[in-house]
């Protein structure tokens, strides 16, 4: 059953609300959005990260435990889609509003600021709250905001988090338990991840470049997308959703794309659109060697040469457990009324495609004949696999 995404909060490196990040990402992709940070890392090493930079909402009239970065970020998403929100909960009670949220680092940057100060001090600062980086703490906040008493929880697994909170939303309307689901994700810069994925070698010296020669990994990035999740009548749906844990690896991808591919054939499969529906595909598309390699050749499998692709970690970072719903925001954008020209991202790149990859049709930034069907990846740690399906439904 394809569920209504009413509406759509986004914050992130490419600007805040849905107007100003379209327009970011389809008229201005030769702006650099990574920008450099020489604080973040343990060493000396210039990290280039996604970086929001706009003013967000304080939050020192909440509960201490409620008072986050990552809790600023998702009510800036969330102010952007307030007046929804309350038009289409109109006459719906309380007990049938439901918050899912997925994170992959929720409150750790307090935590480690917490942490700075006990080892200088030798006691933790008095405004600080362990439970600000427990994992469910994204979803009690929106809760708290906007008084939902539905279903209320966080998904962490890890950069699908998010994806799957969009598909865990649509299975809470499915089943009866909510009329209406605020589902989306969200993640805050921190030393942690970034210094883990550089121990990993992981992380790009400069900018990423997703399927390009000499790639060498990952921007870290932060933001938030939140949707209005509803039967409601709209003009974009979450049609089906594949997902697939191939278990292949701890960190590393199934070298073949096996988990990928299965996910993106299990999403045609519940949905009923064939493979020669879909107008476009926004890949996982990191920029590590192996990521690529394998969702190049599950692309190729699947799809050959006819649909055109593009990662957009380019111009927000990988944004880690905000990663899916931010990347299915940017889905949504190009699906709704702000494309009139149905113009798709261009796989942005320093450096020449890859030609040892599987010869996908990597976008030049064009515009389509047409833009009904859209497929968005995620894949995580573990062969955690995703891909969701979106279209346009008038």
Request: proline content about 4%; charged content about 20%; overall charge negative.
């Amino acid at each position: 059953m394809a569920i209504n995404l009413n509406d759509l909060g986004i914050v992130c490196a490419l600007g805040e609300g849905k107007t100003a990040v379209f327009d970011s990402l389809i008229n201005h992709p030769e702006k650099e959005y990574l920008l450099p940070d020489e604080h973040i890392g343990i060493g000396e090493q210039t990290f280039y990260t996604g970086q929001v930079k706009v003013s967000l909402p304080q939050l020192s009239h909440l509960p201490k435990h409620l008072q986050s970065r990552n809790n600023q970020l998702l009510l800036n998403a969330y102010e952007q889609i307030k007046d929804s929100v309350t038009r289409l909960s109109k006459n719906v009670p309380n007990s049938r509003i439901a918050v899912v949220i997925g994170t992959s680092t929720s409150g750790i940057l307090e935590g480690e600021q917490a942490r700075s100060v006990l080892a200088n001090s030798q006691k933790m600062p008095d405004e600080y709250h362990y439970a600000t980086q427990e994992m469910g703490a994204p979803a009690e906040f929106i809760a708290h905001v906007m008084q939902a008493e539905g279903p209320v929880y966080s998904i962490s697994t890890a950069c699908s988090s998010s994806a799957k909170a969009l598909v865990s939303a649509k299975a809470l309307i499915e089943s009866d338990l909510a009329d209406i689901v605020i589902c989306g994700g969200v993640d805050t810069l921190s030393r942690l991840p970034i210094n883990g994925f550089k121990a990993l070698e992981s992380t790009a010296e400069a900018y990423c470049n997703p399927f390009c020669e000499d790639r060498d990994g990952i921007n870290i990035g932060e933001g938030a997308a939140l949707f209005v999740m509803s039967k409601q009548t709209s003009g974009v749906a979450l049609i089906a959703a594949g997902e697939t844990s191939d278990a292949y690896h701890v960190s590393s991808p199934s070298p073949e794309g096996e988990g990928a591919y299965a996910a993106m054939e299990t999403a045609l499969n519940i949905s009923g659109i064939t493979k020669n529906d879909i107008d476009y595909v926004n890949l996982h598309g990191t920029g590590t060697i192996k990521n690529d390699d394998m969702e190049a050749k599950a692309i190729y499998r699947l799809f050959g040469q006819r649909v055109p692709v593009s990662s957009t970690k380019r111009f927000t970072g990988h944004t880690l457990g905000a990663a899916g719903a931010i990347e299915a925001g940017l889905t949504w954008l190009l699906l709704s009324t702000l494309n009139k020209d149905n113009a798709i991202p261009v796989n942005k790149c320093d450096l020449s495609r890859d030609k040892s990859l599987s010869p996908i049709n990597l976008s030049q930034g064009q515009k389509l004949d047409k833009l009904v069907y859209c497929m968005t990846n995620s894949f995580a740690f573990g062969g955690n696999n995703i891909s969701l399906l979106l279209g346009k439904t008038q």
